[in-house]
């Protein structure tokens, strides 16, 4: 079956930088495309990033824009999310993420499977 396992999480001050880094397993990884959602304490899980099979196509969150950058490394079997210039409102547990259907498209991302999540605090 499909497994995600996400790491990188941590404590940080406010301004700092964090990788976050999932790994897959169970299927072809190069043929999906996979998103990063975070969920704060009390909210809804939120859409963050995702990015294209190919890893040619990115989509982000407007809060996120020009601060995070999703990758991927096929051969790795494995995404990124390169966080910078954090903020204490960025603090979530954040969630890997990926669909059932090949090829979808970045904004049309919805997931199927989910990892377990890693925790980010940014401290002010």
């Known amino acids: 079956q499909v497994q995600l396992v996400e790491s990188g999480g941590g404590l940080v001050q406010a301004g700092g930088s964090l990788r976050l880094s999932c790994a897959a397993s169970?299927?072809?990884?190069?043929?999906?495309?996979m998103g990063w959602f975070r969920q704060a304490p009390g909210k809804e899980r939120d859409f963050v990033a995702a990015?294209?099979?190919?890893?040619?196509?990115?989509s982000y969150a407007d809060s996120v824009k020009g601060r995070f950058t999703i990758s991927r490394d096929n051969a790795k079997n494995t995404m990124y999310l390169q966080m910078n210039s954090l903020k204490p409102e960025d603090t979530a547990v954040y969630y890997c993420?990926?669909?059932?259907?090949?090829?979808?498209?970045?904004?049309?991302?919805?997931?199927?499977?989910w990892g377990q999540g890693t925790q980010v605090t940014v401290s002010s």
């Open positions: 169970g299927r072809t990884f190069s043929s999906f495309a």
């Open positions: 990015i294209s099979w190919s890893g040619g196509s990115t």
């Open positions: 993420a990926a669909p059932k259907r090949p090829y979808t498209t970045p904004r049309a991302l919805s997931p199927d499977y």
